[in-house]
């Protein structure tokens, strides 16, 4: 199984910078779609951003131009740098993966997660 292991959460004031890890110790990131997922109480799990084998790149449109993703396949960790924050971007961060080409932002279609790292902007 892939474990997915997530750090770099925390509080920080709306305007500041947070930058998210996610490392795991299994196969190669080339063969996996990952991405980065958030969620908050009493709300579905969203998708952020996703990064797919061909490193194509995709993000929903409340953090694109805010928000990047990258993977360093040499160390399997993939980021989500986060930019200007705002309070609404508060949330559990998630790391997620599949072994598919594709990367769709429905959680559900998910296979591993990581446990998750709380970003709370206020």
């Known amino acids: 199984d892939v474990q997915l292991v997530e750090s770099g959460g925390g509080s920080v004031q709306a305007g500041e910078s947070l930058r998210l890890s996610c490392s795991t110790s299994s196969p190669p990131w080339k063969a996996y779609c990952t991405g980065w997922f958030r969620q908050t109480p009493g709300q579905e799990r969203e998708g952020v951003a996703t990064i797919d084998i061909d490193g194509h790149i995709r993000y929903i449109d409340s953090v694109k131009g805010l928000f990047t993703i990258s993977r360093d396949s040499s160390s399997s960790i993939v980021y989500l740098e986060m930019n200007r924050l705002k309070v609404e971007d508060t949330g559990m961060y998630f790391c997620?993966?599949?072994?598919?080409?594709?990367?769709?932002?429905?959680?559900?279609?998910?296979?591993?997660w990581g446990q998750g790292t709380q970003v709370t902007v206020s």
């Open positions: 997620a993966a599949r072994r598919d080409g594709l990367c769709p932002f429905d959680s559900r279609d998910w296979t591993y």
